[in-house]
């Protein structure tokens, strides 16, 4: 979907055997809180309606966690933390019991029950809903089948609702570190009448979450989706201000402006053009700066012909070589980024900066233009333009323009970005395959895994692989490591998928992402969790 911490979150072992035992969870609403208004964060125009299933994005991604619960959540430093779940059980990592706790129920009043999870499971894979989520549930038995093209089954074989409070998950194979993965809102439960009219639904969902929507019309398109706190939830992310409104702005300019003028609250990515001044224009105690589990990348589509082959390799490898990325996030990001070394983050257990092939990460002008010369020899790149697409609301001219500037003067080619106007436009294209160059991409984790940061996005038929991307060595590595035994075997397998991507290069790593986040003199209790996304329940008014 889909863009921290400083210190490694947990091993699979440990957040596992965590996800399988009972947590206590906190007071519904805000009883016991000392909230006094509603706070005012900033987001960008969702790309679809809010459906978890089909939401991948940050702009939507953001909103959709706060309304629905799902049956674990992660506490800030990527723990997961039982919510709905009353326990997960297994004894073999691939049979599963999930009991629910009592008395949960959606905010139009309808019980939350196994049918609940199970329908919206079944909804999210089943191939005639086409949701962008549907591979995060490749891991259960019967998926394939019902993934499949112009397949016409809609109930997933490995999924059994024993009662109102019990349903079992069957895998197509042990997982030890599954439940690790049922914090992420494609896991979310759905009510009843969500599956009535699902894009009417998504204007105006009915969650679970520690807040719902003030009222229908909340989302007003292109200005604010306003958020107040759920007075039913019971969860342990109770909400400690009277609401959350999103507004969206269509650039991070106009955003930190309201923010200096204290018409803006909460701003969570800082304009690069403010990066140098930004901690003496907020002053000390209103902004916060460290890194998460968040990557930025560019990917160059697979179904471009000018990008297959063995010509399309070498020119993949050039474009790599000829970035200068220390000299651009020292330049343009005032030190504020980290050259990437691998396709996830170093924030994540497993991380390895020396994984075999990553020199083709590392700035090699005489290398990127002798390979650019040979794949030139096979097939010439004559008068072609080299683009990157990209949102001109995120706040990414500057960097795209470095990049390109890059690219351009040590190759010799034409290279340039190519600006759309939002996220939903640029993100429409992108799932609609329909690029004519590179793309701007980023990743932000959904749930604390090497793993997370590789099979949603390259492995073949993922709602995320931008550039329609497949290789089946590399898919066989990821169910290697989803079925290792231990985490140290899992992160061998996946660390060895890697080097099949630095050879293939389906996307360019370019840096880990560090969080930069301002705050009006209103607010107070700002802080941003493991994978860089702001605590918006904690945050109060002075």
Not at 71 to 86: K, Q, R
Not at 277 to 299: H, M, S, V
Not at 354 to 382: T, Y
Not at 437 to 450: E, K, N, V
Request: with cysteine; glycine share 10%.
């Amino acid at each position: 979907m889909r863009f921290a911490r400083t210190s490694k979150i947990v091993g699979l072992a440990a957040a596992a055997a965590l996800a399988l035992s009972a947590c206590g969870g906190g007071g519904g609403g805000t009883d016991g809180a000392d909230a006094s208004a509603v706070i005012s964060a900033n987001t960008t125009e969702p790309q679809n309606p809010l459906v978890p299933t089909n939401t991948n994005e940050v702009g939507g991604g953001r909103v959709v966690d706060l309304l629905f619960e799902g049956l674990i959540s992660y506490d800030a430093s990527g723990a997961p933390v039982n919510e709905v779940a009353e326990s997960i059980e297994t004894k073999d990592s691939k049979n599963y019991t999930i009991t629910l706790k009592p008395d949960q129920k959606f905010t139009n009043g309808d019980p939350v029950t196994a049918s609940s999870f199970v329908d919206a499971w079944n909804y999210g894979a089943a191939a005639e809903n086409a949701q962008l989520n549907g591979y995060f549930f490749e891991s259960i038995a019967g998926y394939d089948e019902v993934s499949a093209k112009d397949s016409k089954k809609k109930e997933m074989s490995g999924l059994k609702v024993v009662d109102d409070k019990t349903f079992t998950v069957e895998l197509a194979q042990p997982e030890s570190d599954w439940p690790l993965r049922l914090g992420y809102t494609a896991f979310s439960p759905l009510p009843e009448a969500a599956f009535q009219d699902m894009k009417a639904f998504g204007e105006n969902p009915v969650g679970n979450g520690p807040y719902k929507l003030s009222g229908d019309g909340a989302w007003q398109h292109d200005v604010e989706i306003a958020l107040v706190p759920n007075p039913d939830y019971s969860g342990t992310r109770a909400p400690k201000n009277d609401g959350i409104t999103f507004k969206i702005y269509s650039g991070f300019e106009a955003a930190y402006q309201d923010l200096l003028a204290n018409n803006l609250d909460l701003l969570d990515t800082i304009p690069p053009s403010s990066l140098k001044n930004f901690k003496t224009d907020l002053g000390e105690g209103r902004y916060l700066e460290k890194p998460y589990a968040g990557n930025q990348t560019i990917t160059i589509p697979e179904y471009l012909d000018e990008w297959k082959g063995e010509a399309g390799d070498l020119r993949r490898k050039a474009i790599s070589m000829a970035i200068n990325r220390p000299e651009i996030t020292k330049v343009i990001f005032s030190g504020g980024r980290e050259p990437a070394t691998d396709f996830t983050a170093p924030v994540i257990d497993g991380y390895d900066a020396d994984i075999k092939g990553s020199e083709v990460l590392k700035f090699n002008p005489e290398e990127a233009r002798k390979l650019w010369a040979e794949a030139d020899k096979i097939e010439p790149w004559g008068d072609k333009t080299f683009t990157i697409s990209y949102n001109s609301d995120g706040g990414h001219k500057e960097w795209i323009d470095a990049v390109a500037n890059s690219i351009k003067n040590e190759l010799g080619i034409d290279a340039q970005g190519k600006p759309y106007a939002t996220f939903a436009e640029v993100r429409e294209i992108a799932t609609s395959k329909k690029l004519d160059g590179a793309l701007r991409t980023g990743w932000q984790a959904d749930y604390p895994s090497l793993y997370n940061f590789l099979g949603p996005i390259f492995g073949t038929g993922a709602g995320s692989n931008d550039g329609d991307y497949s290789n089946k060595e590399f898919d066989a590595k990821l169910r290697e490591g989803l079925a290792a035994k231990s985490p140290e075997a899992g992160t061998t397998a996946f660390n060895e998928a890697q080097e099949i991507l630095l050879q293939d290069l389906p996307a360019v790593p370019l840096w880990y992402q560090v969080r930069q986040v301002g705050w009006s003199e209103n607010v107070d209790q700002v802080d941003t969790a493991w994978n860089g996304v702001p605590i918006y329940y904690q945050i109060t008014r002075k």
